[in-house]
């Protein structure tokens, strides 16, 4: 009996240690089926939607140089390009130090791309739009930012040096509508005349026709000048390059415009890691790669006083430039490569038969120049650029076989031949 009785405990104990584990495991299955999915933190409307962009592999050209190309989408911000981030700072430094307030009018001059953005983000604030842009800019985008809703002016492409390039009639607009606005409150904003804006006068002119009546006064964005830009990518862009790659890259590579892209990238990841390279990619008729190669502005033929009157520009639109802008001043760049207006047309349609990528202009040189310096450094590194903004804004011109072919421009390529690799 005594043994029967020990096997029968043996059996009653072994029972209860199944019933326990199944008990715990059922237990088990059913918290962990209890746990709350996670769920994406909602953002706060247009102005929380900017940055935090992806950064995605180009698999193309990653496989055909041996380097990670990685490109940082910025097309997938709001207004559609990287100068949704430069918009949000400007404004945002602008009615923090009381240089703006709702009801303001912010006024720009744009090839296009600081324009739409500018037009996406100002009615978050309050604030209205007026645009200055160059009549030889693609159509679609005037078009974007008038149905945006805001006030556009297409004016011939001239000098910088001119007071009518397009710069600074939208300087001296931001000084007309706060002259407007004096007159419509029959007062001076803190007593002070309200006719001068970046110590720019206004030229006397009644603008009444260009200014809604409740205009409560305008401010010049100055995206070439005004360091809002910069720290947009140096507390932004930057930042954000660094997380995504856990900080394992070796190169960052970018055209310029404004300059405050390439500046505020290659200063954040410098400062981080100064062994990172950072690179310019600069297209035909802009002087940037011969001050960051030869330290002047000017090729030794210009020197000489043989410069064309109408020097060819760029099909890549807002690109390229002829001066040192402050924010470009604060670059900390390694050095520069050419890139043409052929291999970025070539670029732009390799990448969307390849990678289904629809890429602008300055996206599509900006690869190239990828590819540069992959082919400069060679296999085996991660090399970082910019994907500006989608080629929607570019159908007239940049992607337009038409247009294209009347340059001589048209894409013929069948793979990469086009920048030497087979």
Known sequence: MARVGNTSAVGFGAAILVCVAVAYVISDRRSKKKKPIQKKKTRGG?????????????????????????GKCEFLNPGGSVKDRVALQIIQEALDSGQLCPGGIITEGSAGSTAISI???????GCKCHVVIP???????????EALGATVERVRPVSITHKDHFVNIARRRASEANEFASKNRNSQLNGKGTDQINGHKSN??????????DCKGGFFADQFENLANFRAHYEGTGPEIWDQTNGNLDAFVAAAGTGGTVAGISSFLQEKNPGIKCFLIDPPGSGLYNKVTRGVMYTKEEAEGRRLKNPFDTITEGIGINRITKNFAKAK???????????AVEMARFLLKNDGLFLGSSSAMNCVGAVRVAQAMGPGHTIVTILCDSGMRHLSKFHNEEYLSQLGLLPKATGLEFLGIK
Request: aromatic share 6%; charged share 20%; glycine share 8%.
């Open 135 to 145: 009549d030889d800019a693609a159509i679609e985008k005037s078009q974007i930012i």
């Open 119 to 125: 037009a996406t983000v100002a009615p978050a604030f």
């Open 204 to 213: 006397g002119y009644d603008h009444s026709s260009l200014f809604p009546t």
């Open 333 to 343: 760049l390694d050095g520069a490569f050419r890139g043409t207006d052929l291999e």
């Open 46 to 70: 247009v102005v929380d939607a900017i940055g935090n962009t992806p950064l995605i592999r180009i698999n193309s050209l990653s496989d055909a140089t041996g380097c990670q190309i990685l």
